[in-house]
């Protein structure tokens, strides 16, 4: 057998997977176990290969499970959460841990990860284990970031919550996910003087946050006197830190399809190794001292930049690599990535359900198939001429490059169509340009950090390449403003579809070996089912959708009230549309979070609603709760036509918003107070805001656009962010239908939902969006009072998840995702106005 690893790899990491997402369970998974090696012990005794093999595979298969279920357990009931769930604390509590990694700056404030030890409540210290993520706020809190590096022990007084999911139809577990990654518990910290250092780390601890404080120090110097911008970058390239990246630049790249280079992987790792292995032939050093010198520096380069999971993942494939070299140990490729993905799911069982994990190794699996299968020697340019024999090496690099270039794309289409929501074509063509600057960065940054030590004015120098070449590397992702139809996002498809993507290229590769005329017939087959797939992919009608949601009744309208937390976003869907539905009013957004609501909530939650294009959107006012997601919306459905109200000429995400419709040509258009558009078998009347008569210099929630959508004997109200100010000035125009829904202004806060107010929409229901356990405290409790007192059906995006009202005009089905159903009809006799 070619790769034997693969007896080994591939059955560990199916069960890995199995244990992890919870069909095995781990005494099963252990007993299991037992079995299979009792088996394999009894075969190797009795000599039968077959039942050997047959019993190491079931072997390891069970071990997987095992491993996977015993650290999903982990994940999913640690001690700090129990004690959470029990104790419930609404008071800030003392929480001792050591540092997972060091503080990361972010325009929030300053992000902690904490491996709990103990937890004060009370007075009373009860041990701990689990993640905790903390956000530190108040200007202190950046200038002692520095001091709070990994493996340090810190004590904090802060509030802890558990992470809150979006309860919205096509849109994951948030939760899960950060239990993925150890995290059980979020919280804040008001202010850097409550964080208290206990003790300092170990020594190798230390060492390894000295070298990473050193290299941040060196590339905000050396690199960020030429462009700040792109010292963020090379300090993601050479420490994996990325909190100093531009949200920007950072999109613009994963638009690209080249974000790859900037995260410390395979190709990071491969260059390190290459320099190593040629440090040591100048050196004069045998080919074992120097395999044996640079495992260890590997080993201690990962350790110092991390040891995340992609950090890892690369580590161990260098260090794998060189193991071979110190044995003097020869095998294929192939075998020695079998043993890498092995032993990284056994180091780290679930770093395997890390989308990083899949893609990572899945295009190092395709270059390796398109080094064997895809290349062949070429035409090597006899002569002894040196510009020739550079010339040649040189075309064969980049046609090795373009091929599997090429068939990284291949393997990891449908997945990062099922990740991420997007397949970027425009990588095929940066990646010419992106590796070799990737390259020329990563070693001007290694020669900045070693000449800074003695030489400023050399490392700047090698600072000033880093930061040119940065600067090429963020310019070339412009491509896709230039040929946007090179980045295609499309609904993440059914993992039927992905199989069979993968069962008709793997049936194309072992075509040769496939004889007899029935066999051949599946040649045939997989030939037409590749471009089929592919075509099923991109255009995907409903049935190639991984979520779907059962669309209205035929003649219905639906109205969607999404849960994007502490925000808005409503979907307007009327039958008989015009061009201008399906609408969306407002995307959701998170001020100054990492979190992309729009690109993990609104995005995926549109596309399970069915929704392939958006006829136009429909921009309350500029609050980031309502816009922050726009820009990722726009850029998946391409609306041709966006409406606002008021404009604010020097808003910010306002003006980044105009920039992104410019590039895409979409109409961009003011509505106020008194037009009426036509929506099909709804009429949709704007009651807010009247024409400005001055320039505004910031939002104002009065401002917002308030518009009433009206489906026969239905008057559905969406009144943005207004106060009672406006309540008053529109309130004779509402109430107008015998069946009336409001969405609740300003998210059920106490300045809005005026008693008067109320009394003139009277309404039949009541939408309150707003995020679970807000800062703010919305809805107010008064509030939800006052609506429940005038006879109004209350629902919440916060309790309720996703709201759908769906109408033919004369009754209301109200049903939410998390299962509740109310009936709207309009009683006998009542007036239409």
Not at 152 to 174: A, I
Not at 221 to 239: F, H, Y
Not at 563 to 568: A, E, I, K, L, Y
Not at 751 to 777: E, K, L, M
Request: aromatic share 6%; proline share 6%; hydrophobic share 50%.
């Amino acid at each position: 057998m070619a790769a034997p690893a693969l007896l080994v790899a591939i059955p560990l990491l199916v069960g890995v997977a199995a244990g992890a997402l919870g069909p095995v369970p781990g005494s099963v998974a252990l007993a299991m176990l037992a079995v299979a090696w009792l088996a394999s012990a009894v075969s190797l005794a009795a000599g039968c290969g077959r039942t050997l093999i047959a019993s190491v595979f079931c072997g390891c298969l069970s071990a997987g499970a095992a491993l996977g279920a015993r650290a999903a357990q982990g994940a999913d009931h640690p001690r700090i959460l129990a004690w959470f769930q029990d104790a419930a604390p609404s008071h800030p509590v003392r929480l001792t841990g050591v540092l997972s990694q060091d503080a990361s700056v972010t325009e929030p404030g300053v992000s902690l990860t904490i491996d709990a030890r103990s937890v004060v409540d009370r007075d009373r210290s009860i041990a701990v284990d689990g993640g905790v993520r903390l956000s530190i706020a108040g200007t202190l809190a950046s200038g002692a970031a520095r001091r709070w590096t990994q493996g340090r022990t810190v004590t904090v007084v802060g509030s802890l919550r558990e992470p809150v999911d979006y309860n919205d139809p096509g849109v994951g577990s948030d939760r899960e996910r950060l239990a993925r990654q150890g995290i059980a518990l979020i919280g804040t910290v008001k202010s850097a003087a409550l964080v208290t250092e206990v003790s300092r780390a170990s020594t190798l601890d230390e060492g390894a946050a000295a070298l990473r404080r050193h290299v941040r120090d060196v590339t905000h110097v050396a690199v960020g006197r030429w462009n700040p911008r792109t010292a963020g970058v090379v300090t993601a390239i050479l420490i994996g830190d990325r909190s100093g990246l531009n949200p920007d630049d950072e999109r613009r790249l994963q638009e690209a399809g080249t974000y790859h280079v900037i995260a410390i992987s395979g190709g990071n790792i491969a260059l390190l190794t290459t320099l190593l292995v040629l440090i040591g032939r100048v050196l004069g050093l045998s080919t074992r001292a120097t395999a044996a010198g640079a495992i260890l520096f590997l080993a201690f380069y990962g350790y110092a930049a991390g040891l995340a999971a992609s950090v890892l993942r690369a580590t161990l494939g260098g260090v794998i690599y060189l193991a071979a070299r110190l044995l003097d140990h020869r095998g294929p490729p192939l075998n020695a990535l079998a043993v890498a993905a092995a032993s990284a799911a056994a180091s780290a069982p679930l770093s395997i359900l890390d989308p990083g994990f899949v893609l990572s190794y899945g295009a190092t699996l395709a270059i390796v198939v398109a080094a064997t299968r895809g290349t062949g020697s070429g035409h090597r340019v006899r002569g002894k001429a040196r510009w020739r024999r550079a010339a040649t090496t040189v075309a064969l690099a980049f046609r090795a490059l373009g091929v599997a270039t090429l068939w990284a794309e291949v393997a990891l289409a449908p997945v990062g169509a099922r990740l991420f929501g997007r397949i970027s074509l425009a990588g095929l063509v940066l990646n010419f340009l992106a590796i070799p600057l990737m390259s020329l960065i990563q070693v001007a940054g290694l020669a900045a950090i070693v000449c800074a030590l003695v030489s400023t004015s050399v490392a700047s120098l090698c600072g000033w390449v880093a930061s040119v070449s940065t600067s090429a590397l963020i310019q070339s992702a412009g491509l896709v403003d230039v040929a946007p139809w090179l980045v295609l996002d499309v609904p993440p498809p059914p993992i039927w579809l992905i199989l069979s993507w993968y069962a008709a290229w793997g049936t194309l590769l072992c075509r040769h070996r496939l004889r007899g005329p029935i066999l051949r017939l599946f040649v045939h087959a997989a030939v037409l089912a590749i471009p089929s797939t592919a075509l099923l992919i991109v255009t995907t009608p409903p049935m190639t959708r991984a979520a779907r949601v059962t669309p209205p009744a035929p003649g219905w309208t639906r109205v969607v009230f999404i849960d994007v937390g502490q925000g808005d976003a409503t979907l307007v869907w009327p039958a008989r549309g015009t061009p201008i539905v399906p609408l969306l009013i407002d995307a959701g957004g998170t001020p100054g979070g990492s979190f992309d609501v729009g690109r993990r909530v609104t995005v995926p939650v549109l596309w399970a609603l069915g929704v392939r294009r958006l006829g136009s959107m429909l921009l309350t006012h500029g609050d980031p709760d309502h816009i922050g997601g726009a820009g990722v919306v726009f850029h998946a459905f391409r609306p041709p036509l966006i409406w606002e109200g008021v404009p604010v000429p020097n808003h910010g995400p306002m003006v980044r918003l105009h920039q992104i419709a410019d590039r895409r040509r979409m109409e961009w258009r003011e509505l106020h107070a008194g037009q009426t558009l036509d929506a099909g078998a709804a009429t949709i009347r704007v009651l807010n805001p009247p024409e400005p008569d001055w320039e505004r210099r910031k939002v104002r929630n009065d401002d917002s656009l308030v518009v009433d959508v009206r489906v026969g004997d239905v008057e559905i109200l969406l009144p943005g962010d207004i106060g009672r100010d406006v309540e008053g000035t529109i309130s004779a125009q509402l109430g107008r239908a015998p069946l009336v829904v409001v969405k609740a202004p300003h998210h059920g806060s106490a300045g809005s939902s005026s008693t008067g107010f109320i009394d003139a929409a009277h309404p039949s229901a009541v939408i309150f969006s707003a995020g679970r356990r807000n800062p703010f405290g919305h809805p107010a409790p008064l509030i939800v009072d006052r609506y429940r007192a005038a006879g109004a059906r209350i629902f919440r995006t916060d309790e309720d998840g996703a709201i759908f009202l769906d109408t033919d005009g004369e009754t209301i089905v109200l049903w939410t995702w998390s299962g509740r159903r109310d009936v709207l009809s309009a009683p006998n006799g009542s007036p239409r106005r």
